[in-house]
């Protein structure tokens, strides 16, 4: 079985670097010995991921090979396709990014070579330009099987497409991220968690109008200000980056402001780039956790299951609050969640309330969300795209 993977791979996150394990995983346990084609923007830097996380593929995924290829050039695409079984667009959002034309032409070249076609793990949204909903709407239609990652996406998807007076007759289905996937597997694992004092914290550059202030500088002084508060409850503060590539913004550099803003002696950056496995281990080791991007509030959510919430996506209808809903955990985050969006909005307020969040209840999952999501997948997989 040969696959080809595409999406936003080039500029990963350890979000997105999840998902592929994630994806590896479903099609180890599906289709046994496989090889994956992995598209990427800039095969470099996939190549240094993918090598980090190496020992984690083996783990979840000892049957599959992964060969990189330049998504970026039209010519390898087609071939990449044409030697493929199935092209499969893997995790990430369906939203206003020119990088979405790629996805269409693959999959409409995909259904012209007679090739199955899938969406396995994405989000739809924000997408508010008519031009990239049209795009989304022709992706939808030349996808065999589409699994999203949570309702609101699944509705999002139904409503962009009877804009277009469009009906999608293709199986649309939701359900876990498979982010998750890798997860459960670390919990399984003999790793043995360290317990510490020590408060991680997740944060991202984010542009100024999606604050409640026009001032960057306001917005920035203010998560300072929320560090050097906390500070003071914990031994050390990690500000902790999930991206660490300079295209797409890496958090680092975003990071080190903070630190020199909160001119705090036991407030760190964590520099040298984590693995996923490196990742997952320094949230279960924490006392508690903050976190912003929204694969940072899903490993920390499941893996620590004692920290706090900044939401920077829409209210009630961006992907932090949909994972949240998904996952039964809305009431249990009520006093420990806030939305930039929010008039009410505030940040030393914020820091107040969740001052004492490692002696906070831990949230509590069905313990079965992992292994049942790999089987989920792998059902349908094996349904529609036989």
């Given at each position: 079985?040969?696959?080809?993977?595409i999406?936003?791979y080039?500029?990963?996150?350890?979000?997105?670097?999840?998902?592929?394990?994630?994806?590896?995983?479903?099609?180890?346990?599906?289709?046994?010995?496989c090889?994956?084609?992995?598209?990427?923007?800039?095969?470099f830097?996939?190549?240094?991921?993918?090598?980090e996380?190496?020992?984690?593929?083996e783990?979840l995924?000892?049957?599959?090979?992964?060969?990189?290829?330049?998504?970026?050039?039209?010519?390898?695409?087609?071939?990449?396709?044409?030697?493929?079984?199935?092209?499969?667009?893997?995790g990430?959002?369906?939203?206003?990014?020119?990088?979405?034309?790629?996805?269409?032409?693959?999959?409409?070249?995909?259904?012209?070579?007679?090739?199955?076609?899938?969406?396995l793990?994405?989000?739809?949204?924000?997408?508010?330009?008519?031009?990239?909903k049209?795009?989304?709407?022709?992706?939808?239609?030349?996808?065999?099987?589409?699994?999203?990652?949570?309702?609101?996406?699944?509705?999002?998807?139904?409503?962009?497409?009877?804009?277009?007076?469009?009906?999608?007759?293709?199986?649309?289905?939701?359900?876990?991220?498979?982010?998750?996937?890798?997860?459960?597997?670390f919990?399984?694992?003999?790793?043995?968690?360290?317990?510490?004092?020590?408060?991680i914290i997740?944060?991202?550059?984010?542009?100024a109008?999606?604050?409640?202030?026009?001032?960057?500088?306001?917005?920035?002084?203010?998560?300072?200000?929320?560090i050097?508060?906390?500070?003071?409850?914990?031994?050390?503060?990690?500000l902790?980056?999930?991206?660490?590539?300079?295209?797409?913004?890496?958090?680092?550099?975003?990071?080190?402001?903070?630190k020199?803003?909160?001119?705090?002696?036991?407030?760190?950056?964590?520099?040298?780039?984590?693995?996923?496995?490196?990742?997952?281990a320094?949230?279960?080791?924490?006392?508690?956790?903050?976190?912003?991007?929204?694969?940072?509030?899903?490993?920390?959510?499941?893996?620590?299951?004692?920290?706090?919430?900044?939401?920077?996506?829409?209210?009630?209808?961006?992907?932090?609050?949909?994972?949240?809903?998904?996952?039964?955990?809305?009431?249990?985050?009520k006093?420990?969640?806030?939305?930039?969006?929010?008039?009410?909005?505030?940040?030393?307020?914020?820091?107040?309330?969740?001052k004492?969040?490692?002696?906070?209840?831990?949230?509590?999952?069905?313990?079965?969300?992992?292994?049942?999501?790999?089987?989920?997948?792998?059902?349908?997989?094996?349904?529609?795209?036989?």
């Open positions: 079985m040969n696959i080809c993977i999406g936003w080039g500029s990963e996150t350890l979000g997105d670097r999840s998902i592929l394990l994630g994806l590896s995983r479903i099609f180890n346990e599906t289709y046994g010995k090889k994956i084609f992995l598209g990427s923007f800039n095969a830097y996939s190549e240094r991921c993918l090598e996380d190496k020992v984690f593929f783990i995924a000892p049957m599959v090979e992964i060969e990189l290829f330049n998504s970026r050039v039209k010519n390898t695409l087609k071939w990449i396709i044409e030697k493929s079984d199935m092209i499969v667009m893997g990430g959002p369906i939203m206003d990014l020119q990088e979405l034309l790629m996805i269409r032409f693959a999959f409409e070249y995909a259904k012209r070579k007679n090739k199955k076609t899938a969406l793990g994405c989000g739809v949204g924000p997408i508010f330009d008519n031009f990239y049209k795009i989304a709407v022709d992706i939808f239609q030349h996808s065999d099987l589409s699994i999203l990652r949570d309702p609101i996406s699944v509705s999002t998807a139904n409503v962009i497409a009877r804009d277009f007076k469009c009906n999608l007759q293709i199986p649309l289905f939701h359900l876990h991220d498979p982010a998750i996937i890798p997860i459960g597997v919990l399984e694992s003999n790793y043995k968690a360290v317990p510490n004092n020590n408060l997740n944060l991202r550059d984010y542009p109008a999606a604050f409640k202030t026009s001032k960057k500088s306001d917005i920035d002084k203010e998560f300072a200000e929320m050097k508060r906390l500070s003071a409850g914990f031994n050390e503060i990690s902790v980056p999930n991206h660490t590539f300079f295209y797409g913004n890496d958090d680092r550099v975003y990071l080190s402001t903070l020199q803003l909160a001119n705090c002696l036991n407030v760190n950056v964590i520099q040298k780039p984590l693995s996923v496995l490196d990742l997952f320094l949230i279960s080791n924490a006392a508690a956790c903050i976190g912003m991007r929204y694969h940072a509030i899903m490993f920390q959510t499941l893996i620590n299951g004692r920290n706090a919430i900044i939401d920077y996506t829409l209210p009630k209808h961006g992907k932090t609050y949909s994972f949240l809903e998904y996952i039964n955990g809305v009431p249990h985050y006093d420990c969640y806030s939305n930039m969006h929010d008039t009410n909005f505030d940040l030393i307020e914020f820091s107040d309330k969740v004492n969040i490692s002696e906070k209840e831990k949230f509590c999952y069905e313990p079965n969300i992992f292994t049942d999501t790999t089987l989920q997948y792998s059902t349908c997989l094996k349904k529609y795209l036989a």
